[in-house]
């Protein structure tokens, strides 16, 4: 309610009733001030205008859709490709598939096609990224989105996407870039979301052994105002739970999309 409040209509209303007393006053105050230090940002997925939410991080979240930094900048990202590609003609395979895009892929994609491992969700295929049921060549467009930093065997992931996909194919295959160099566990961290590795922007050098090309995007290359940032304090590594981290200076760190055509 406080955020919505106009602050001068309330001192103005305050003032003409010679009601105002010092401690209203320096409520008011407060307030004027909360409300200048607020930011305002826009979300491209729901077309929402106004402060964002600190959920998990700093002005992570939308409170109209609940899409955080990355749903974001992989939706931007994915509006560029509608700009190079006629979608409507091709067709997709969606791996791990997340609510924000599921609906989008569907309406925009001739065919859409979903796959996850696990037997809960409620996807066409349950299938190990490592061995999928499909022909080669098969799909335009491959989306795995935060899926390849659970695989230990990425490479066989990597390989059966590529083998997948048509010639000239795009796979869109984000991962948290979330140190300095990649660094390889010895097994799943359960304090890390059952990561197998934290990787670095190397990481992506990977999909260069497999594909003809690879784009990068980060947040760098969008308006502020989508706040694609992640803020976070990679700094205080290593830790008991995170013993291989190493530290990473800054709270401000950039995401990023790599987009690689066969
Ligand atoms: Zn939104």
Same mark, same amino acid.
């Given at each position: 309610m406080w955020d919505h409040l106009d602050v001068n209509l309330y001192s103005a209303y305050l003032c003409a009733k010679e009601k105002i007393s010092r401690y209203q006053l320096t409520l008011l105050n407060k307030l004027k001030m909360r409300n200048k230090n607020k930011k305002y940002f826009s979300c491209p997925i729901c077309n929402y205008q106004g402060p964002f939410l600190s959920i998990?991080?700093?002005?992570?979240?939308?409170?109209?859709?609940?899409?955080v930094e990355r749903h974001r900048l992989q939706f931007l990202v994915f509006q560029e490709l509608c700009k190079k590609y006629d979608i409507s003609q091709l067709s997709m395979l969606h791996v791990a598939p997340e609510k924000y895009f599921e609906g989008l892929f569907k309406k925009e994609f001739l065919k859409y096609v979903t796959t996850d491992i696990?037997?809960? =969700?409620?996807?066409d295929y349950q299938a190990d990224l490592r061995n999928l049921p499909f022909e080669d060549n098969t799909y335009d467009f491959v989306f795995a989105s935060h899926v390849l930093e659970h695989i230990q065997d990425d490479e066989k992931a990597i390989t059966e996407i590529r083998r997948v996909l048509k010639p000239e194919g795009v796979a869109i295959l984000p991962v948290p870039i979330v140190s300095k160099k990649t660094i390889e566990y010895p097994e799943p961290n359960p304090y890390e979301s059952y990561h197998v590795r934290a990787s670095g922007l190397d990481y992506f050098k990977k999909y260069e052994k497999h594909f003809g090309k690879v784009v990068v995007f980060s947040s760098k290359d969008f308006p502020e105002e989508y706040q694609l940032h992640i803020y976070e304090?990679?700094?205080?590594?290593?830790?008991?739970? =995170?013993?291989l981290r190493e530290p990473m200076e800054g709270e401000k760190h950039d995401d990023f999309v790599p987009v690689c055509i066969a």
């Open positions: 998990r991080r700093r002005y992570d979240a939308c409170p109209k859709c609940g899409s696990s037997k809960r =969700k409620n996807v304090d990679r700094g205080n590594f290593p830790q008991r739970k =995170k013993p």
